[in-house]
Each structure stands twice: as structure tokens, then as C-alpha cells.
């Protein structure tokens, strides 16, 4: 159990969007919760600065945000995937008064229990992206000499189609960079 905790804080899948959500989360003070299959990135999660990482493969989100709380669940969850399942999921790793950012989304419509989200006082927004502010402010972040984007893994140009298979099967830990050497 994560203790005394902020804001405790939980995604899925440590694709590369949630890599950078992971650095500013735990840049302005969340307590961060990885969560994945792979042991690889959820080793990702802590060494990018999340306080505990959880196997989703063991036990369901909810159970694994709430193993981490004691019981309490998450304050904010951004699901980047925005499946009917990792949307229902999420809603149910919610603490009371908890907040849902629906990032991604698929073509599924996923069935919420307004029950749930009544009783548990649960937020739910939807975003794509921000304003121009919001595009000045990220740009100022990745400015910064702190940020540097996270390679894992390069191949020669000749292999671009042995990089696109390693990012479909998920293998990548962070950006995969072609080179013209």
C-alpha cells in the first residue's frame, strides 16, 4: 500500500503518451500508480518516477488502483485507450469524488452505471487537446533542459519495417528512432 499519498494517480498500458503523463504527474507532486502487463514497462513506470507499479495481469484495474490506496481508489485516472472495458474499469478504481479524463477512444460506446457516477460523486472529461495555452505551456515543459524524450530503441533505415512490427507487437519501451548511418 502506497503511504500517505497526494493524489494517488493510475493509468494503463505504459505506451509512450503515458510515459509523459507519468514524468509531469510525478513532476508536480502525484503519487503515481503504473499499471501494465508487461514487467518491462511497468519497470519503465518506476524508473520515469511512478511510486508503485501493479501487473494487470494479476488482478483487474480496480482491484490493483485499490490494493495500492487502501481501498480508498484513485483521485484522477486518464484512460488513453477509451475502450467500453478500460473506461468501466477506470470508473470503478475511482476514489469518491474521483475524476475520469477520457483521453482516447475507440469506436465502442461504453455503458456507464449513472448510479456509480451519481453515488461516487465521479467526474467525467473528455479531452482531445488543449488550447493555445495549453500548447504555449507544453512546449515551455518539453523545452526544458530536465525534459529529454525517452529512445529505447533505434534501427537503421533499412529495417523500418522490423521498427513499425516492434511497435505494433508493443515492444517498445519509448520512441523508436530510424537512422540513416
Same mark, same amino acid.
Given at each position: 500500500?502506497?503511504g ?6 493510475a !493509468? ?9 503523463l507519468? &514524468?509531469?504527474?510525478?513532476? !508536480?507532486?502525484? +503519487?503515481?500508480?503504473?499499471l501494465d502487463v ?5 519497470q519503465?513506470?518506476?524508473?520515469l518516477?511512478?511510486?508503485? =507499479?501493479?501487473? %494487470? @495481469?494479476?488482478?483487474p %484495474? *480496480?482491484?490493483?488502483v &485499490?490494493?495500492l490506496?487502501?481501498?480508498l481508489?484513485?483521485? #484522477?485516472?486518464?484512460?488513453t #485507450?477509451? @475502450? =467500453?472495458e478500460?473506461?468501466?474499469q477506470a470508473?470503478s478504481? %475511482? ?7 477520457v483521453?482516447? !477512444?475507440?469506436?465502442e460506446? *461504453?455503458?456507464?452505471?449513472?448510479r ?6 465521479l467526474?467525467?472529461?473528455?479531452? &482531445? @487537446?488543449?488550447?493555445?495555452?495549453? +500548447?504555449?505551456?507544453?512546449i &515551455?515543459?518539453?523545452?526544458? *533542459?530536465s525534459w529529454?524524450?525517452?529512445? +529505447?530503441d533505434s ?12 511497435l ?10 530510424l537512422?540513416?548511418?
Amino acid at each position: 500500500m502506497l503511504g500517505n499519498y497526494l493524489q494517488p494517480y493510475a !493509468y494503463a498500458q505504459m505506451q509512450v503518451v503515458e510515459q509523459a503523463l507519468n &514524468r509531469v504527474a510525478a513532476q !508536480y507532486g502525484a +503519487t503515481v500508480i503504473g499499471l501494465d502487463v508487461t514487467d518491462e514497462k511497468r519497470q519503465r513506470a518506476l524508473v520515469l518516477g511512478a511510486h508503485a =507499479a501493479a501487473n %494487470l @495481469s494479476d488482478a483487474p %484495474l *480496480p482491484d490493483a488502483v &485499490r490494493g495500492l490506496t487502501g481501498g480508498l481508489g484513485a483521485d #484522477v485516472i486518464i484512460d488513453t #485507450v477509451g @475502450s =467500453a472495458e478500460t473506461i468501466q474499469q477506470a470508473a470503478s478504481a %475511482l476514489a469518491r469524488g474521483g475524476r475520469l479524463v477520457v483521453l482516447g !477512444y475507440t469506436q465502442e460506446r *461504453p455503458a456507464l452505471d449513472p448510479r456509480q457516477i451519481a453515488v461516487n460523486e465521479l467526474e467525467i472529461i473528455g479531452t &482531445r @487537446s488543449g488550447g493555445r495555452q495549453c +500548447t504555449v505551456d507544453a512546449i &515551455r515543459a518539453v523545452a526544458h *533542459p530536465s525534459w529529454k524524450p525517452i529512445v +529505447t530503441d533505434s534501427f537503421p533505415i533499412a529495417q523500418a519495417n522490423e521498427a513499425l512490427a516492434h511497435l505494433r507487437e508493443g515492444r517498445a519501451l519509448g520512441r523508436v528512432v530510424l537512422t540513416f548511418d
